[in-house]
């Protein structure tokens, strides 16, 4: 996006708020605030980029908008990095995402009311449903005339064209008696003018979507929330890279350290907003030893159950065509004969030959002659995949490592095992996910298990005992210190995380903007 001519703040100003990334979490909230006169500053560890600088090639576009650096990740399921799970530049993570935005419903965020099971959310439906519907109004969110589960809801813009998976995916499902729809998906089906940055084109379902959004159809907040940011005169620095909290006496922030053209600087500020994503605002607080004295930085680590059920069909699906997951069903938000905590969505799926490739090795364990043999079947596959709940353990946690990365932080180390909460929840859903691509003509049906998103490692509660922030977003223990990322979800939610978390940072920005700091 073009930084050229924004506003410079000096790093001797004490400027008013400093937020650490840029992407679903960072970019909405630091909108409101330059929006309101703040004077706000943001750091973002990776590189600034045009639309047209992305590749649809997917073996280059990672370099460029993934975080590559290792992470190390253990358990019975280590979280896949890099392409899978984290994004980096100006526009975090929903430089790649896939944009399918359903909103959380009521039980979603109820959970432990529903099962006495994890978490309930300290926020009321209404209310967060309202911060996701100002969201949408401003980045703009296309989805269908009538929405089943939920009639009331309305949305400006039709859906995408549907692609072969989809089509599969409504054949299959409507054969057993599944509702299935279009999607709620963050992009543009008509030509629209977003204010501050200029035409966003409509989408030409290319498929490039993981790869970043050439003619910004796709939401990403370097096309939405930081022009808005940067009209209003905030100030965005990249390749900062942020490694150093420092407080007065008082116990709150007064500057933030960080290493750019490889030397360190240091910039003064009243208040701190974290907003780099679920492993590095923990690894960060980590760290920097602060916001811990609940001792749950870095705990209640969640990722979504995201298996996917894939089969071979008669006739051609070429499933790299079109915007990749337009379908959805939500009649699995809490099954009838659930003997689990929570539930899944399912959406169809259309992917990229080599994710596909990595997801057989990874997820379906296939290696050699039998990967190529499957490879071979790719113009004719087509597959479903879930958004599952998934429960904290004990267990499940980021802690720091030995080994030190190149600007001499600790690596992070991420434990993830599934419990048997998700064991039961992927079993429903195979079935469920078998049944719609049988019933849809596929066979040689692949299961391929995975996990996706980093939730709830800086938890919100109304206990300062055993969350991190308070249910504005506030740590408990450094009064100027706020989080507006996804490791703030008490719990992981089945909805896919970034319309909520965009939500959150708006309505963060408006606490914060209340408390006067
Ligand atoms: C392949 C893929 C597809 C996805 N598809 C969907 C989808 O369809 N729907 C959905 O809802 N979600 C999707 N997600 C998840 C979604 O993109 C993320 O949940 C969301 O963007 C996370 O927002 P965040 O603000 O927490 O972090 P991010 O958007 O990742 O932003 C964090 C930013 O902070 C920067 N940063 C980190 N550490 C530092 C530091 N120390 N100093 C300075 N800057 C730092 C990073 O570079 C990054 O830009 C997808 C994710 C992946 C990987
Ligand atoms: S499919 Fe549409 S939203 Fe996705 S990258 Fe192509 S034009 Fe952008």
């Not at 090639?57 to 890099?82: H, K, L, Q, Y």
């Not at 998934?390 to 991420?414: F, I, Q, S, T």
Request: net charge negative.
């Amino acid at each position: 996006m073009r930084l050229d001519h924004q506003r410079h703040h000096s790093e001797d100003e004490v400027v008013d708020v400093v937020v650490v990334g840029t992407g679903a979490g960072g970019a909405p909230l630091l909108a409101s605030l330059a929006r309101r006169g703040l004077s706000v500053v943001a750091l973002e560890a990776g590189p600034n980029t045009e639309p047209d600088d992305h590749t649809p090639d997917e073996v280059e576009a990672p370099g460029d908008i993934n975080w590559m650096d290792e992470r190390i990740s253990g358990g019975s399921a280590p979280t896949a990095f890099g392409p899978n799970n984290s994004g980096t530049g100006v526009g975090g993570s929903t430089l790649h995402w896939g944009a399918f935005t359903p909103r959380p419903n009521a039980h979603d965020i109820r959970l432990r009311t529903d099962s006495g099971q994890g978490e309930d959310w300290p926020i009321d439906h209404a209310e967060l449903t309202g911060w996701i519907e100002q969201v949408e109004h401003d980045v703009g969110v296309a989805g269908p005339a009538h929405y089943p589960w939920d009639p009331a809801r309305r949305y400006r813009m039709g859906p995408p064209a549907r692609n072969a998976s989809s089509d599969m995916m409504i054949r299959g499902a409507a054969a057993v008696g599944i509702t299935a729809t279009d999607a709620p998906v963050g992009l543009t089906t008509e030509d629209r003018h977003q204010e501050h940055h200029g035409l966003r084109q409509a989408c030409v379902a290319c498929g490039s979507c993981h790869q970043g959004c050439r003619n910004g159809a796709k939401v990403s907040t370097d096309t939405t929330y930081l022009p808005a940011a940067v009209a209003f005169g905030a100030e965005i620095r990249a390749e900062a890279f942020v490694h150093g909290i420092e407080l007065d006496a008082r116990g709150e922030v007064e500057a933030v350290v960080y290493r750019q053209d490889g030397r360190d600087h240091r910039q003064r500020c009243r208040a701190l907003v974290l907003a780099a994503g679920g492993i590095e605002t923990p690894r960060l607080l980590l760290h920097t030893g602060l916001a811990n004295s609940s001792g749950q930085v870095g705990r209640n680590f969640t990722a979504h159950g995201a298996t996917q059920v894939w089969a071979t069909f008669d006739e051609s699906m070429r499933s790299y065509r079109g915007y990749p997951s337009s379908i959805i069903t939500e009649d699995f938000v809490r099954p009838a004969d659930a003997d689990f905590a929570g539930g899944y969505l399912i959406q169809s799926l259309g992917v990229q030959p080599l994710t596909l490739a990595t997801s057989l090795v990874r997820g379906g364990g296939l290696r050699g002659a039998e990967l190529v043999r499957a490879l071979q079947d790719y113009p004719r596959m087509a597959g479903v995949g879930i958004n599952a709940e998934c429960l904290p353990y004990d267990d499940n946690r980021l802690v720091l490592a030995d080994e030190l990365d190149e600007n001499g932080v600790p690596k992070a180390r991420v434990t993830f095992s599934p419990g048997s909460n998700e064991e039961a929840i992927t079993k429903h859903a195979v079935r469920t996910m078998t049944a719609i691509v049988e019933a849809a003509g596929g066979k040689d049906v692949r299961v391929l298990d995975r996990t996706a998103h980093t939730v709830g490692t800086a938890r919100m509660g109304t206990d300062a005992g055993n969350s991190v922030v308070d249910d504005a977003g506030r740590s408990w223990d450094v009064p100027n210190m706020w989080i507006v990322d996804n490791s703030v979800f008490p719990s992981s939610l089945i909805a896919n995380p970034a319309l909520t978390i965009m939500a959150l940072s708006l309505r963060t920005a408006d606490r914060l903007l209340r408390a006067g700091r």
